[in-house]
């Protein structure tokens, strides 16, 4: 794959997965989960560089859900600041995941309201892509928190 998008120029997300899909909630452990996350990008953007990746279309994604209970999802999105030091755009897949149906104690399909607070905080944290399900409904709450964020006017 690396060849094929070193080639075609195309953006590329490099996301962290936690063994292997079928393993992946099997008792998701980490002895350090941001040095292990942080680790492994690092290493998929150096594999995907010495490819012909140009550093430029790299984007990363922590992998909310990948081989990660509800606390490790709440612990990244809680410190996405963290992923900045990839010096790489970020992208959170949060919409609808399982952890904000445990948190709410909601089916897929209601967990919008959810999906929205944790694009809001992400987008405040500095993320730069959030993966949704409902467009219209989140490109509203991450709008607004985006003009939050943002100073366009150099004032406090």
Sequence with gaps: MAEVAAGS???VVLMHMLKTPAEMQRDPFYPSLFSEIVSFLENRIQYAVERGVRREQIIVDPGIGFGKTVDHNLRIVRNLE??????RPLLLGASRKRFIGALLDRPEEEREVGTAAVNTWAVAAGAHIVRVHDVAFQKQAVSV????????????
């Design 145 to 156: 928190a985006d003009a939050l964020r943002t100073d366009p006017g150099g004032t406090p």
């Design 82 to 87: 963290i992923f900045h030091a990839l010096d």
């Design 9 to 11: 120029g195309v953006p």
